[in-house]
T-cell receptor, first 112, second 108 residues
Framework: DAGVTQSPTHLIKTRGQHVTLRCSPI?????VSWYQQVLGQGPQFIFQ???????GRGNFPDRFSARQFPNYSSELNVNALLLGDSALYLC???????????FGQGTRLTVV | EDQVTQSPEALRLQEGESSSLNCSYTVSGLRGLFWYRQDPGKGPEFLFTLYSAGEEKEKERLKATLTKKESFLHITAPKPEDSATYLCAVYNDYKLSFGAGTTVTVRA
């Protein structure tokens, strides 16, 4: 079975640009969460979506948005990129709340 | 707000030298404590979930335990392939709150 898949794996963008990151969950998982991991730190929660509805949002500016599609895949969008947005962006999928969350390999975003 | 603190930040071990990693947490209503392994540039790999004080789980050379305030990850007779960053996280409602991790290096 395929695990959580994310695309692209690496991305370089210029300050002020917009970026879209994509995630496909494990088959049967209906919940998708996004995390940002800066070098040397643990992942920080950005969003959780379940059944296409936002169920939780972390302490990130409105430049960050996300959505979940009917097939449970998800997109994370970041507008007006800043140098500080450079990080590894992780997607995790799980069955409904309280169960194991499985992560994808991440998208390494570099803003120059 | 949920807080997770891991210690030590880094741990250098000789192959076969057993040790323990600590994860202390403060959370209102723990719904699960997770351990992950992360290799450089990759996503975290799920290891264990613990739900209640006194619970223990094992996988190969790793054993995780949980008390009301902290969790330990014991590494028994480690091998070089156990070198990685080990992340601890608490689950509350809809999100995981992570510690900064312990980077373990095992020398042959």
């Amino acid at each position: 079975d395929a695990g959580v898949t994310q695309s692209p794996t690496h991305l370089i963008k210029t300050r002020g640009q917009h970026v879209t990151l994509r995630c496909s969950p494990i088959s049967g998982h209906k919940s998708v969460s996004w995390y940002q991991q800066v070098l040397g730190q643990g992942p920080q929660f950005i969003f959780q979506y379940y059944e296409k509805e936002e169920r939780g949002r972390g302490n990130f500016p409105d430049r960050f948005s996300a959505r979940q599609f009917p097939n449970y895949s998800s997109e994370l969008n970041v507008n007006a990129l800043l140098l500080g947005d450079s990080a590894l962006y992780l997607c995790a999928s799980s069955f409904p709340r309280g169960t194991e969350a499985f992560f994808g390999q991440g998208t390494r975003l570099t803003v120059v | 707000e949920d807080q997770v603190t891991q210690s030590p930040e880094a741990l250098r071990l000789q192959e076969g030298e057993s040790s323990s990693l600590n994860c202390s947490y403060t959370v209102s209503g723990l719904r699960g404590l997770f351990w992950y392994r992360q290799d450089p540039g990759k996503g975290p790999e799920f290891l264990f979930t613990l739900y209640s004080a006194g619970e223990e789980k094992e996988k190969e050379r790793l054993k995780a335990t949980l008390t009301k305030k902290e969790s330990f990850l014991h590494i028994t007779a480690p091998k070089p392939e156990d070198s990685a960053t080990y992340l601890c996280a608490v689950y509350n409602d809809y999100k995981l709150s992570f510690g900064a991790g312990t980077t373990v290096t095992v020398r042959a």
